[in-house]
């Protein structure tokens, strides 16, 4: 190889080598949720549409996400502020990504590994969440986790995800991901736990159980009878299982 091309990429010393910025804001601990943006797309100016409300100084922003501008060779008092300012920049350009074709597929990918952790509620066994935005205006309210056997949020168990602004991830994404990947749409249980005390259910418990049970099967009645088929489908329920008659069952029914 000639020595031209080696010292493109190397130095004599290795703490001169530098990483790209997205690579190094990727590696922050408390980043994992997030995924690589394609340069192309930072750098078209369509796909920042309004953010120069959000940040200052949005071209010196871009050329330092996209390293055009080091970071190092900015005033030491400004260079915190500029950090700062990219990372919100990256995380609002990251939500509009996010609902791209290929931004989708790369989530799909860390969907697909359970990069965003599972649902705590027994009865999902484990069942991957997706990170939401309760706002799309930043600055309102932290990330959620949204599981979609439950159809419930959740609180990120780490506290550095906890403080992850939801509106860099929008409050669109998990209904465009299922759009996209509608393999991905669980069954629903119909499970639900009844507190009981020495196998006796509670009253109030039970009472609401049954007001529960009473408008899913009103809901199910519904839908079958418009012909849609609910059962073991995404999206559906799952069929119970037939129960075996017992000798006294079969007696009453004689």
């Not at 860099?168 to 991901?177: E, I, L, Q, R, V």
Request: glycine share 6%; proline share 5%; with cysteine.
């Amino acid at each position: 190889m000639a020595n031209g091309v080696e010292e493109e990429f190397y130095t004599d010393s290795s703490s001169d080598f530098t990483e790209y910025w997205i690579d190094l804001f990727l590696g922050i601990k408390g980043n994992e949720y997030f995924c690589d943006i394609d340069e192309e797309y930072i750098r078209d100016r369509f796909n920042l549409t309004g953010l120069n409300q959000e940040v200052n100084k949005l071209p010196t922003l871009i050329d330092i996400i996209t390293d055009v501008i080091d970071l190092e060779s900015q005033d030491e008092e400004q260079r915190e502020t500029l950090e700062h300012n990219a990372r919100i920049l990256y995380g609002l350009i990251h939500a509009r990504y996010i609902l791209t074709s290929r931004g989708l597929n790369k989530m799909f990918e860390k969907y697909r590994k359970g990069d965003f952790g599972y649902c705590p509620r027994v009865n999902c066994q484990l069942h991957p969440l997706l990170p939401v935005g309760l706002n799309d205006q930043p600055r309102l309210a932290s990330i959620k986790l949204y599981c979609a056997k439950c159809e419930d949020f959740y609180n990120p168990k780490s506290g550095r995800h906890s403080v992850i602004d939801g509106a860099y991830f929008g409050t669109s994404f998990p209904a465009m991901f299922f759009q996209n990947f509608p393999q991905a749409i669980p069954v629903h249980d119909r499970r639900c736990y009844t507190p009981k005390v020495f196998g006796f259910k509670l009253h109030d418990y039970s009472q609401l159980n049954r007001w529960r049970e009473l408008q899913r099967n009103k809901l199910e009645k519904r839908l079958l009878k418009n012909g849609v088929d609910i059962y073991n489908k995404p999206g559906g329920f799952v069929m119970d299982a037939p129960v075996a008659k017992t000798d006294d069952d079969k007696k009453r029914e004689k």
